[in-house]
């Protein structure tokens, strides 16, 4: 706001609380007009704001006492705190280390494919807290830089990736990424998705197979690890490639990393209740215990993953709603609920991912920020710290 330009109180709030989310979703409609000092915060906001949501459900959330541990297993999953087993000061400098090792490997390695010191910098705050904030008006589009984009989309997945099986392959253990069920499901499900929409954007929106792959595979990525970097404008895509990318949309990346969404943790445990459902239903009187990785996962956790994507999916609905009472076409009201819930940051319509939401009306950018807020405190997490202020 003390920079002004177009910053009224709104759009400084929802570019405020859009960076300090690591959703990416920006108001400005010429971002490199800003000065330097000013991208640099953005940047910032992002990275700061990764590393904060890793403290608070790896860190702050487990020490609060059984309520916080509840809270904990039923928003982290029990996968994630079974395969994070120290102490918070351990777990702090774990977190610190991975976190910044990430960053200036990313830094490093965009410095060697040709981007300047500011842009790597920048760009690397934003890869590693899935964030999306770009120095450039056409995001990563704007490099034309084949090289930087393999380098930030390997980034992207791997800060997709729980963080403590990311410290244990940093460590010497990168088998421990294979092992882990969940793991598995999420780079399994971003090779099966980057397969749908590389085969159909080629042919219909690029000529060759290698330039379908290069973008399909960056968009996919980007928008499932809930990071909203772009290289091509999917605004005109298939209509079945935009639908793929809204499920990643919804389920993004692991528990216990930057990402945000509903997670992949909970979207097996979800599939696992199917399962068990199925199997109680021919089998009434049967003892099924359903298990991932070897962790019971028990009724309590599944209600709760159940309770929780439900509860998701109703504030997605409702905050389309609002926007389309305000005017909004449905496509963006929708994607861009879906985008600001999960922390994504693009959807498609107007807000797609070279566009903006700068002609979103005033109210809506306020509701787009709340959802913002309850995608990324994990809805529950909001609703405990209402609770326990309302109390005192």
Not at 53 to 70: C, D, E, N
Not at 131 to 160: C, D, Y
Not at 205 to 214: C, D, H, I, T
Request: some cysteine; glycine content about 10%; proline content about 3%.
């Amino acid at each position: 706001m003390l920079w002004g330009g177009p910053f009224t109180l709104t759009d400084a709030w929802f570019e405020s609380v859009s960076g300090f989310t690591t959703t990416g979703s920006t108001i400005l409609e010429d971002i490199e007009s800003l000065p330097g000092g000013l991208l640099f915060w953005r940047a910032t906001t992002h990275w700061i704001g990764g590393i904060g949501i890793i403290v608070f459900t790896l860190s702050v959330i487990p020490s609060i006492g059984r309520a916080g541990m509840v809270l904990y297993r039923s928003e982290m999953s029990s996968l994630a705190a079974e395969s994070f087993r120290y102490r918070t000061k351990k777990t702090l400098q774990i977190i610190v280390m991975t976190y910044v090792s990430l960053t200036l490997a990313e830094t490093v390695a965009l410095c060697f494919c040709g981007l300047t010191l500011f842009d790597a910098v920048t760009h690397a705050f934003a890869t590693i807290a899935t964030g999306g904030f770009s120095t450039k008006n056409l995001s990563v589009a704007a490099f034309q830089n084949p090289a930087a984009e393999a380098v930030i989309l390997l980034f992207m997945l791997l800060s997709g990736l729980h963080f403590g099986l990311l410290f244990a392959a940093l460590k010497g253990q990168p088998c421990e990424l294979w092992r882990s069920p969940v793991a598995r499901y999420y780079l399994s499900a971003m090779v099966i998705g980057v397969a749908l929409v590389t085969s159909v954007v080629h042919g219909t929106v690029f000529p060759g197979w290698g330039e379908s792959l290069r973008h399909g595979a960056f968009q996919l990525i980007s928008l499932g690890t809930s990071t909203g970097f772009a290289t091509a404008d999917s605004a005109n895509w298939p209509g079945f490639a935009q639908l793929i990318m809204v499920f990643f949309t919804l389920q993004c990346a692991c528990a216990g990393s930057t990402s945000g969404g509903i997670k992949t943790d909970r979207i097996l445990i979800f599939w696992k209740g199917i399962l068990k459902r199925v199997k109680l239903t021919r089998h009434p009187h049967a003892v099924i215990t359903t298990k991932i990785g070897g962790t019971t996962i028990e009724d309590d956790v599944l209600e709760s993953v159940l309770l929780y994507i439900g509860l998701y999916l109703a504030i997605v609905f409702l905050s389309t709603l609002l926007l389309s009472a305000m005017g909004v076409d449905v496509l963006s009201a929708f994607s861009g609920s879906a985008a600001a819930m999960g922390n994504v940051g693009p959807g498609f319509g107007t807000v797609s991912s070279l566009g903006n939401f700068a002609g979103m009306p005033q109210a809506g950018k306020w509701v787009l920020s709340f959802a913002m807020l309850m995608g990324r405190l994990e809805i529950f997490g909001v609703i405990l710290f209402v609770s326990a202020w309302s109390k005192r």
